[in-house]
């Protein structure tokens, strides 16, 4: 068994993975306590569910779930921790930079947009971290750990862009 100590590039990524799943967790519910989001609701003697609220809950508790294990998992120096925390940076990694598109589009330098490139500065370094030699030994990546990480990758992506 490999007794190698994580380092501090492993556990900035794991540390960003699992902020990631508390940020989302933490969105998720104040969505449900201030009642903005209902997938399922009554109308009398009747339960109506609105798909696109439902399928957006679903995006958001998968995303939970897989951010929340993966930064656990990397934190315990498991193979599948890498696999399902690559997928969620990345994923991140986009929805950040569309942000960032959207802000230079808009003109607007504020508070936000710093906070915006010091996220993606943050997630960025977590991929690359993710992809350093010795990060891929400690995690025992190899050629087919690949495979089931681009399933994840594919799949999350199908989720949120094909998904609607």
């Given amino acids: 068994m490999n007794e190698e100590k994580l380092g501090w590039k492993e556990k900035f990524a794991a540390t960003i993975v699992l902020l990631i799943g508390i940020l989302y967790l933490a969105n998720q519910v104040m969505n449900i ?14 339960w109506l569910i609105r798909k696109a609220e ?6 958001t508790y ?22 399902m925390s690559v997928p969620i940076l990345m994923l991140v990694a986009v929805f950040m930079v569309s942000g960032l598109a959207l802000l230079l589009y808009t003109f607007e330098f504020n508070i936000v947009f710093i906070a915006l490139m010091i996220a993606i500065v943050a997630n960025l370094l977590s991929v690359v971290f993710l992809f350093l030699p010795g990060t891929r030994k400690k995690y025992r990546v190899g050629m087919l750990t690949f495979i089931p990480t681009l399933v994840f990758l594919l799949a999350l992506m199908a989720l949120y862009f094909l998904l609607k």
């Fill in 33 to 46: 306590v201030s009642s903005k989001t209902s997938a399922i609701y009554s109308e009398g003697d009747k």
């Fill in 54 to 59: 439902l399928i957006s809950d679903i995006k």
């Fill in 62 to 83: 998968i995303t939970i779930i897989l951010a929340i294990t993966g930064g656990i998992l990397l934190f315990k120096k498991k193979q599948w921790g890498w696999i």
